[in-house]
Nanobody, 113 residues
Framework: VQLVESGGGLVQPGGSLRLSCAAS????????MGWYRQAPGKERELVAT???????NYADFVKGRFTISSDNAKKTVYLQMNSLKPEDTAVYYC????????WGQGTQVTVSS
C-alpha cells in the first residue's frame, strides 16, 4: 500500500489545518489507518486512528481539537486539526495497518507566530 500525505504547512497558534492521506494499492477489507507525529528529538507518537468501520481513537493531547475521518470510496483519510498549539509542531505521518504497516513520507506541520 502506498500512502501520500498532503496539507501540512505553517499556521499561527489557534489556527487550523487539514491533512489528507491518499492510499493506493491493495487495500484489505479490514484495516486501521491513522496519523502519527514526530517532533525533533522525540519519538514518534500516535495522534489518532480510524478503522475501516469508522471507529476513531485519539491521543489524550488532541481530544476535542483534532478529528479523524475517512472517505472509503476515495481511499483517503483526513485529520482536521483545530486550535493548534506550538507543541503540535511535528512531522505528521500517515499509517496503514493490516497485515503489516505502511507509512507515508510525512508532512511538516509548524505552529508558530
Amino acid at each position: 500500500v502506498q500512502l501520500v500525505e498532503s496539507g501540512g504547512g505553517l499556521v499561527q497558534p489557534g489556527g487550523s489545518l487539514r491533512l489528507s492521506c491518499a492510499a493506493s494499492g491493495r487495500i484489505f477489507s479490514i484495516y486501521v489507518m491513522g496519523w502519527y507525529r514526530q517532533a525533533p528529538g522525540k519519538e514518534r507518537e500516535l495522534v489518532a486512528t480510524i478503522t475501516n468501520g469508522g471507529s476513531a481513537n485519539y491521543a489524550d493531547f488532541v481530544k476535542g481539537r483534532f478529528t479523524i475521518s475517512s472517505d472509503n470510496a476515495k481511499k483517503t483519510v483526513y485529520l482536521q486539526m483545530n486550535s493548534l498549539k506550538p507543541e503540535d509542531t511535528a512531522v505528521y505521518y500517515c499509517n496503514y495497518r493490516a497485515f503489516g504497516d505502511s507509512w507515508g513520507q510525512g508532512t511538516q506541520v509548524t505552529v508558530s507566530s
